[in-house]
């Protein structure tokens, strides 16, 4: 297993992960999963690859990885930019969450100016690989001078909670049904 800056060659993979590790509602439909794909995956692969890691196996495969917008303010502009007007195409309820992903963060931005998304492939899951990922990450991000990173997590999740506050996280704001939360770098 080896960590690694994700390529442009590895987005189609990454957006399989996306997918595949991603809640049964998010993927139910066509719709959905392009939704679910403006949301979580295509700013990053797109305007960001070089703050994204990906684990990959022996054959140098992606297995999962670690996407990131080291800049908030970055990211507003990109994403209402790209993202939020792909996501009105779709119907107006992934507009609204477009939304809600970009105003949701700008409050906690001064402080924590970076937002990540990171997901590995179930069989790779519980054997350290996220934390390495994430040490990776936190590894680059501070050494561009960044000094803050956040993400919401589903407050159901409850591996992905225990897991965040393992590496530093402490809660920042409780949302209906997720979390944000935060790291100081």
Same mark, same amino acid.
Do not use: W
């Given at each position: ?10 987005? @189609?993979?990454?957006? $399989? ?22 949301? /979580?995956?295509? $700013? ?30 970055? /990211? ?30 700008? @409050? /906690? ?19 350290? /690989? ?9 590894? $680059? ?45």
């Amino acid at each position: 297993m080896n960590i690694r800056k994700m390529l442009k060659s590895d987005i @189609p993979k990454a957006e $399989y992960i996306c997918l595949a590790t991603a809640d049964a509602k998010l993927k139910c439909d066509e719709e959905q999963k392009q939704t679910t794909l403006l949301l /979580y995956s295509k $700013y990053y692969t797109r305007a960001a690859l070089d703050s994204c890691f990906v684990l990959t196996d022996e054959n140098d495969c992606a297995v999962g990885y670690i996407l990131c917008a080291p800049s908030y303010k970055k /990211y507003k502009k990109e994403f209402c930019k790209n993202e939020l007007k792909e996501l009105a195409k779709i119907n107006p309820r992934a507009f609204f969450n477009g939304i809600s992903c970009v105003l949701g963060n700008m @409050p /906690y931005a001064k402080d924590y100016p970076a937002h990540m998304h990171i997901d590995i492939l179930p069989e790779f899951q519980a054997k350290g /690989y996220g934390g390495i990922l994430l040490t990776s990450l936190c590894e $680059y991000l501070k050494s561009n001078g960044i000094t803050g990173l956040m993400l919401i997590v589903d407050s159901k999740n409850f591996n992905a909670v225990k897991f965040y506050k393992k590496h530093g996280f402490k809660e920042i704001k409780a949302l209906a049904g997720g979390i944000i939360m935060g790291v100081k770098l």
